[in-house]
Nanobody, 121 residues
Framework: QVQLVESGGGLVQAGGSLGLSCAAS????????MGWYRQAPGKQRELVAT???????NYADSVKGRFDISKDNAKNTVYLQMSSLKSEDTAVYYC???????????????WGQGTRVTVSS
C-alpha cells in the first residue's frame, strides 16, 4: 500500500501562481510514475503532468509552459508549480502514483484525496 498526502491548493486570481505538493509513503517500488490529474465540475479526470523515477516528465498540452512538475526522490514528494493560472485550471487536483517492481508486472495505482484549486477571473 502507498499513502499520498497532498498539500497546497486554494483560491488564486487569474494570472497568479500556486504550488501543490504530494508526499508518498509506504511500498514505493523501484519503477514509479508520480503525477497530478485534475477533474473540473462536470468533466472527466484528466492528466496534468507526470514524472518518472528517472525524471522524465510529461505534460498536458493545456499546461505546457505554465506548469512545472518536479520531484524530491529522497522525500518521495512530487511538486506541481502552477503559474499564469487561468479560470479553466479550476478543478480538484489529485496526486497519483503508479508503482511496480519490474516491467513485467502490472502497475499498482494509488490516488490522493484531492485538493481544490480555484482560479478567479
Amino acid at each position: 500500500q502507498v499513502q499520498l498526502v497532498e498539500s497546497g491548493g486554494g483560491l488564486v486570481q487569474a494570472g497568479g501562481s500556486l504550488g501543490l505538493s504530494c508526499a508518498a509513503s509506504g511500498s514505493i517500488l523501484r519503477l514509479n510514475i508520480m503525477g497530478w490529474y485534475r477533474q473540473a465540475p462536470g468533466k472527466q479526470r484528466e492528466l496534468v503532468a507526470t514524472i518518472t523515477n528517472t525524471g522524465s516528465t510529461n505534460y498536458a498540452d493545456s499546461v505546457k509552459g505554465r506548469f512545472d512538475i518536479s520531484k524530491d526522490n529522497a522525500k518521495n514528494t512530487v511538486y506541481l508549480q502552477m503559474s499564469s493560472l487561468k479560470s479553466e485550471d479550476t478543478a480538484v487536483y489529485y496526486c497519483n502514483i503508479k508503482t511496480r517492481s519490474t516491467y513485467y508486472v502490472a502497475w499498482n495505482d494509488y490516488w490522493g484525496q484531492g485538493t481544490r484549486v480555484t482560479v478567479s477571473s
